[in-house]
């Protein structure tokens, strides 16, 4: 059986249901969101690449901010009937990829970018299941939709599931 595969770009995100597969690659400060719901098999994932949408000049693109990519997300979760409650939240990525940029800088988007998923999932009352973030080294992750595990892919030490 030939598996469905759906690759989410940088600045995207995707909601499907299984049999399938999500997939993003290159996560440096970007951060890869996964959100699940486990009786419905359905799930979604972002790839945002800033922290705040409301502190940008082009707002054309929610994927592309942190915090209006998780309420993306969650819209069109609830547009499919997913119940929060069941959902099961998973972020990577938000690397430090520059070493010319101090880790404390405003710079610093992987961290700022962090640190907004963590204000938006506090906000919303949405536990972290599991993450993989920070470091200085760029992730792959692959969402399976059957069973809500994230495989995490890196060129420094190879696959972990999470």
């Given at each position: 059986m030939e598996e469905n595969v759906i690759e989410i770009p940088m600045a995207g995100m995707h909601v499907a249901q299984a049999p399938g597969v999500l997939?993003?690659?290159?996560?440096?400060?970007?951060?890869?969101?996964?959100?699940?719901?486990?009786?419905?098999?359905?799930?979604?994932?972002?790839?945002?690449?800033?922290?705040?949408?409301?502190?940008?000049?082009?707002?054309?693109?929610?994927?592309?901010?942190?915090?209006?990519?998780?309420?993306?997300l969650l819209g069109e979760l609830d547009k499919k009937g997913c119940l929060r409650s069941h959902l099961v939240v998973k972020m990577f990525g938000g690397a430090h990829m520059f070493s010319f940029i101090n880790t404390d800088s405003a710079l610093n988007v992987g961290q700022k970018n962090i640190e907004m998923a963590l204000t938006m999932f506090k906000e919303l009352n949405l536990k972290i299941a599991g993450q993989e973030v920070g470091g200085t080294f760029g992730r792959t992750i692959s969402l399976n939709l059957e069973d809500g595990k994230v495989l995490v892919r890196t060129v420094s030490w190879g696959e972990k599931e999470v």
């Open positions: 997939v993003t690659k290159g996560l440096g400060s970007c951060l890869g969101i996964t959100l699940y719901d486990p009786v419905m098999k359905i799930g979604g994932m972002a790839h945002p690449m800033l922290p705040d949408i409301t502190k940008a000049r082009v707002k054309s693109n929610p994927s592309r901010f942190v915090n209006s990519a998780i309420t993306s």
